[in-house]
Nanobody
Framework: VQLQASGGGFVQAGGSLRLSCTAS????????AAWFRQAPGKERELVAA????????LYADAVKGRFTISRDSAKNAMYLQMNDLKPEDTAVYSC?????????????????WGQGTQVTVSS
């Protein structure tokens, strides 16, 4: 499975971005998936996760109410709508596919990763 994340960029605080994750090979829609982020000098952290069909989702406290994870099985894709962005959201965002269908929270439970897309939010 090859995942490709896109949609990052430079935005001012309060702005919005929409990240996309597509699978160029293999099955993506039958597995749980998530967005993670890693800022310089910090550990990778879970941003948002979804089960295989989008019926169950989970968000980090820092992004609740501002970010929305969704997926389109027909397009073999997943998205992260990010609104009201803050400077502390600045990081490299990566998408990942989990080992199974059920929503998962830990990094080690994800076995396929995209290359990441940079999000920079200025104050």
């Amino acid at each position: 499975v090859q995942l490709q994340a896109s949609g990052g960029g430079f935005v001012q605080a309060g702005g919005s971005l929409r990240l996309s994750c597509t699978a160029s090979e293999g099955t993506f829609s039958s597995y749980a998936a998530a967005w993670f982020r890693q800022a310089p000098g910090k550990e990778r952290e879970l941003v948002a996760a979804t089960n295989w069909n989008g019926g169950s989702t989970l968000y980090a406290d820092a992004v609740k109410g501002r970010f929305t994870i969704s997926r389109d099985s027909a397009k073999n894709a997943m998205y992260l709508q990010m609104n009201d962005l803050k400077p502390e959201d600045t990081a490299v965002y990566s998408c990942a596919r989990a080992l199974g269908m059920r929503l998962r929270q830990e990094v080690h439970e994800y076995n396929y990763w995209g290359q990441g897309t940079q999000v920079t939010v200025s104050s």
